[in-house]
């Protein structure tokens, strides 16, 4: 890793303009590490536009930094280096990229996630981080810049976010270490939790309501729906909805939690399981991905039958879960 490193801060030091690039639905995860890799950038006296195709959800605008973040890549410019953090495949950063990104010489691919398929001509993947900020501190460190209360408070939402407040199977000592070092630096627990989890909107609140009234459960599953009408109904937007799986994720016998999000172009399906199922496995299957216990991918096909195929594949990993599970993973 620290090879890896060493080589990232040289094509750092030996290139003058860097596209940065994140994922779809961007998480906290997503947002901290973009801001944080641009404001290192900078540091270093280069260009560094920081671009995510759906923007920074409400919730993040807090993060100092987070307004150079960008939706659309200004078309004048030109990048002598791609960095892609987050994204197990280029199809992840969005299809709006494209364009910018064949003409890129350079590409680095930074990434915790478990289905990473190595495309960049430098790969740093780790997945056994609870959060890529974790990837973006051993950088800093290594780089010897100081990382100033920006820096610190992307890292710590970063870890924050993707540990469910460290709570997690992916939260780690290191996580805790890492996080203790950023209090260290000034950074307020309490105000970050408050800012990210305690400032739900009205349509978010709304949504949340709607959605858990479509709870079932079914022997070890529970299952939430979103449709577009109750989008249109609260006044929401699908930033508002990250959190409502957690809701099926917290019951009592769960093992797998699922969550239906229709979208224009298809279902939305987020994947939750707690000790012996592997959900990434399940979400490659249908072409998306993310971690052990925490997954996503989007079907093109109506409600009902995207439910009858995820609904049959978890049913078939539960059922061969049950013929493995440790007793140590419970
Ligand atoms: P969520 O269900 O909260 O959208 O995502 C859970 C995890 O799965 C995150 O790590 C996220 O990056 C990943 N994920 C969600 N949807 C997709 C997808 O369509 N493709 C891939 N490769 N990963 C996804
Ligand atoms: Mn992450």
Same mark, same amino acid.
């Given at each position: 890793m620290? &090879?890896? *490193? /060493?080589? $990232?801060?040289?094509i750092i030091e030996t290139h003058r303009s860097f596209?940065? $690039?994140? #994922?779809?639905?961007p998480d906290g995860d997503a947002i901290g590490s973009l801001i944080a890799f641009a404001l290192?950038?900078?540091? +270093?006296?280069? +260009? @560094?536009?920081?671009y995510d195709q759906d923007g920074v959800p409400e919730i993040y605008r807090f993060l100092k930094g987070c307004d150079r973040i960008v939706s659309v890549i200004p078309p004048a410019e030109h990048f002598e280096v791609a960095v892609f953090l987050e994204c197990p495949d280029v199809r992840? @950063?969005?299809?709006a990229c494209s364009p910018f990104i064949e003409k890129i010489p350079l590409w680095v691919n930074i990434d915790h996630h478990m289905e990473n398929s190595r495309f960049g001509h430098l790969n740093i993947i780790d997945e056994n981080l609870s959060a890529l900020g974790e990837t973006l501190f051993d950088l800093y460190r290594e780089s010897k810049e100081p990382m100033d209360s920006a820096v610190a408070e992307a890292l710590y939402a970063a870890i924050m976010t993707d540990t469910? /407040? %460290?709570?997690? *199977?992916? !939260?780690?000592?290191?996580? #805790?270490?890492?996080? =203790?070092? $950023?209090?260290?630096?000034?950074?307020?627990p309490y105000r970050m939790y408050e800012e990210i989890f305690e400032t739900l909107s009205r349509p978010a609140a709304l949504i949340a309501a709607r959605a858990h009234s479509t709870l079932e459960i079914d022997n070890g599953i529970s299952c939430i729906t979103i449709t577009l009408d109750m989008f249109k109904e609260t006044g929401? !937007? @699908?930033?508002? !909805?990250?959190?409502?799986?957690?809701?099926?994720? &917290?019951?009592?016998?769960?093992?797998? =939690?699922?969550? %239906?999000?229709?979208?224009?172009?298809?279902?939305?399906? /987020?994947?939750? /399981?707690?000790?012996?199922?592997?959900? &990434?496995?399940? @979400?490659?299957? %249908?072409?998306?991905?993310? #971690?052990?216990? =925490?997954?996503?991918? !989007?079907?093109?096909?109506?409600?009902? #039958?995207? +439910?009858?195929?995820? %609904?049959?594949a978890v049913r078939k990993a539960l059922q061969e879960a049950s013929g493995h599970a440790r007793p140590n993973e419970r």
């Open positions: 620290t &090879n890896e *490193i /060493s080589h $990232l801060l040289e596209l940065l $690039l994140s #994922h779809v639905d290192l950038i900078e540091r +270093k006296g280069k +260009k @560094a536009v920081a992840r @950063a969005g299809t469910g /407040s %460290f709570k997690y *199977i992916n !939260t780690t000592p290191r996580a #805790h270490e890492i996080s =203790a070092q $950023l209090i260290r630096l000034g950074i307020n929401s !937007t @699908a930033d508002d !909805t990250q959190e409502i799986v957690n809701l099926g994720r &917290n019951i009592k016998d769960v093992e797998v =939690a699922l969550l %239906f999000r229709e979208t224009a172009n298809g279902v939305k399906v /987020s994947l939750r /399981s707690k000790h012996n199922v592997n959900v &990434n496995e399940i @979400a490659v299957k %249908f072409g998306g991905g993310g #971690h052990l216990r =925490a997954a996503g991918c !989007t079907i093109e096909a109506d409600m009902k #039958h995207a +439910k009858e195929m995820i %609904f049959a």
